[in-house]
Every structure is written in C-alpha cells, then in structure tokens.
C-alpha cells in the first residue's frame, strides 16, 4: 500500500457489514435460527440410528450440531450452545458427544466416499 493510498480512502464508498450473528474478527458469523433447529428435528425423526457430535465454537463458526444416520448420512447445523445441543440430543433420545473428544465417526467418511464415487460414476 503506498502512502498516499491511506488519504484515498475516504473517498470511495464503503460497503456496509452484514448486520447478526456474531463478529469474530473481520468475519461475521451467522446465529442459529428457527429453520436449523427445525431441520435438525425433521432430520432425527426421518433416519434412525442417529448420533449427535457437539462441535466447539472455531474462528469461522460458531458451535454445530453434527448428526450422524446409522449408515453415515450426515447433517450439520448452528446451535445455540453446546448445552443447547446436548439438550436437544436428550429430548430426541439420540446420544451426544463432544466432538473434539471422540472425533467424527467412520462411517461418516465412509459415506461421504461412497457419494464421491458415486458422482464420479454418474459424471457429475
């Protein structure tokens, strides 16, 4: 940047920053809402076998409920809290864990490979 650069500045427009959710550093990050929590509920009453693995809050997210079908099918979304997730876990009758104890399951890396070659098979 050279120094007159700094002067110039103010003279060009700024674009505003996107209002909620959380500032973390010059990222902002998005709050969970109605819809997640919705579509986490629909997701454990569709599937069975469900797990669910808290992931901590990181500099580009904010906490996530991961939830993992029997087969390795997997959904992730906000949460409000790690409490939160954990509760919602209790109500549903699925297990939680804390994901940076335990890690992501195998089978969900199973999964994940099997779509990958399946796209690749379909040319996708």
């Known amino acids: 940047m050279a120094f007159l650069d700094r002067f110039r500045r103010g003279t060009r427009p700024r674009m505003s920053r996107p209002t909620g ?6 990222t902002t990050v998005r709050a969970a809402d109605k819809v997640d929590v919705l579509h986490l ?10 797990e669910g693995f808290v992931e901590p809050r990181t500099a580009v ?6 939830l993992v079908a029997h087969d390795g099918e ?5 949460v409000p809290s790690i409490n939160w997730a954990h509760d919602f876990c209790n109500k549903q009758q699925v297990p939680s864990y804390d994901a940076a104890v335990v890690g992501i399951p195998q089978r969900m890396r199973d999964y994940n490979s ?9 040319g996708l």
């Open 21 to 26: 959710g959380l500032r973390t550093g010059s």
């Open 41 to 50: 509920e629909s997701w454990v009453t569709e599937r069975r076998g469900v």
């Open 61 to 66: 997210s904010d906490v996530t409920l991961l």
């Open 74 to 78: 997997w959904t992730r979304r906000r």
């Open 114 to 122: 099997r779509v990958k070659q399946q796209r690749r098979e379909q």
